[in-house]
């Protein structure tokens, strides 16, 4: 009875114990699924969103959206687009809010400095001289550097808050990138603004934010300097143990210039071979990440979402769908962001659906079609054509449906959850198709006949092929 009593005492322990951790664990998961500041999201009618304001640069040029937009400012996000001409690089800055990138087109040279972390990628002085003839070769002992990526259209860069990072265009073409800023994530601390901190180059003051701006216009006075240019000359001097002629050089700027600028010499990174780091990401794509050994300096931070191998969903009368979360990137979990990306044939139809946890920003990347966007109340909020470059913000849980014109569409879907989701209004795996004949004829007041056309009038998932009597839009 003794040896019972305390085998019952010991069980009855652990399960309080593990029902304590339980509970903590699953309080900081929500809470990590809550990362992003509230809005009120009061929308009558949305809009198709271009960009308002272009900023120009030495070896390139930074295109605006709207952040005042109220389509913006529901979902809490900021969108830019940079293009980048062939030697531009854009100078390295941070943010206090995640970022997430997609290329759209070209190549280049991709680099983060993660705070704390080892220069891994190291040349020796001899190699720099066998490579160039340099002055830096000669007189240094080579160069050491955090980890040089080569990206490619169709690559996701996912940035933490905080990340520093530059981008380097080695293609014969221009390099274009857009950018999704997670403003309304909990990371960013500093209100619900752009701001870009450049350390090198001379911003405008349109990277200063909207409440830069505002002091502006209320007479203070404002600079386009990097971050560096606001430290006294002598303590700066000291801190990084160079001359005041140097610190001068560090601090200057130049407006023409702007936050891209152009390589002169021959520019010089330890990076790998395109093909070779192509290759080896192609095999981790197809086995897999577990995300159980990588750390803060070796997680991934970008992933190949073009390649039409790994598409989640396939029809080959209607196009395909990929997408990358959290699991695909485990990065992600920390930014609370995740992405998909579609392509739609001729007259092909995505299917009806919302998004239960997450609000949808759409960047149009090819061709054209219709969109309608329906709020809780069953109002028509958005019903028009779009075409490439356009954004649409699709608020969480509105229902949304699009269909490809003559030339076909395609987009991504920046989304602001790690593990978004979808649920479809129609096909396999919806609403319709998971719920019995009869209270889909008392819910509708309908036939149990026409209960059960409704249910499988569509056996298509997610991607609907074109019917006979579809026309375009």
């Known amino acids: 009875m003794a040896t019972y009593s305390c085998l019952l005492s010991v069980t009855l322990s652990f399960l309080v114990l593990f029902s304590s951790c339980s509970a903590q664990i699953s309080q900081v998961t929500s809470r990590g699924r809550q990362q992003r500041i509230q809005t009120q999201c009061n929308i009558q009618k949305l809009n198709t969103l271009e960009p308002q304001q272009r900023i120009e640069a030495e070896?390139?040029?930074?295109?605006?959206?709207?952040?005042?937009?109220?389509?913006?400012?529901?979902?809490?996000?900021?969108?830019?687009?940079?293009?980048?001409?062939?030697?531009?690089?854009?100078?390295?800055?941070?943010?206090s809010y995640p970022q997430m990138i997609y290329v759209l087109q070209g190549e280049g040279l991709h680099g983060a400095s993660i705070p704390g972390c080892p220069e891994t990628f190291q040349y020796s002085q001899q190699q720099s001289r066998s490579q160039s003839q340099s002055q830096e070769g000669k007189e240094g002992r080579g160069d050491e550097h955090q980890k040089v990526r080569q990206i490619r259209e169709g690559d996701v860069i996912a940035l933490p808050a905080g990340i520093t990072h530059w981008i380097y265009n080695n293609g014969q073409s221009n390099l274009v990138v857009v950018s999704l800023c997670d403003i309304g994530n909990a990371a960013n601390q500093l209100g619900q603004s752009l701001s870009d901190f450049f350390l090198a180059g001379s911003p405008q003051q349109e990277f200063q934010g909207q409440q830069g701006r505002q002091q502006g216009q209320q007479g203070h006075e404002q600079s386009d300097s990097n971050v560096y240019s606001g430290f006294n000359q002598d303590l700066l001097a000291e801190a990084l143990n160079i001359d005041r002629e140097l610190v001068s050089k560090l601090q200057r700027s130049d407006r023409q210039r702007g936050c891209i600028v152009r390589v002169q010499d021959e520019f010089q990174v330890l990076a790998p071979h395109r093909r070779e780091q192509q290759e080896r990401e192609e095999r981790e794509q197809e086995q897999g990440r577990n995300g159980l050994e990588e750390t803060i300096c070796t997680f991934s931070l970008k992933h190949n979402i073009n390649n039409p191998s790994l598409a989640d969903v396939f029809n080959p009368r209607a196009g395909r769908s990929s997408s990358i979360n959290a699991y695909v990137l485990p990065n992600l979990e920390k930014l609370q962001l995740s992405i998909n990306k579609v392509v739609l044939y001729k007259n092909a139809i995505y299917a009806p659906h919302w998004n239960p946890e997450a609000h949808s920003i759409m960047y149009f990347t090819r061709g054209s079609g219709r969109i309608q966007i329906v709020s809780q109340r069953g109002d028509s909020v958005f019903d028009d054509n779009v075409k490439e470059g356009q954004v649409i913000v699709v608020p969480q849980a509105f229902a949304v449906v699009q269909k490809a014109g003559n030339r076909g569409l395609e987009w991504i879907s920046f989304k602001t959850h790690p593990l978004a989701m979808i649920n479809q209004l129609a096909g396999r795996g919806s609403f319709l198709s998971s719920t019995p004949v009869d209270v889909l004829a008392n819910a509708f007041n309908l036939s149990r006949e026409d209960a059960r056309k409704l249910k499988n009038g569509r056996r298509e998932i997610t991607l609907f092929s074109p019917l006979r009597s579809s026309s375009d839009y």
């Open 59 to 95: 070896a390139g040029h930074t295109d605006l959206w709207d952040q005042n937009s109220e389509d913006l400012q529901c979902a809490n996000v900021a969108v830019l687009r940079h293009t980048i001409q062939n030697r531009g690089l854009l100078v390295p800055p941070y943010t």
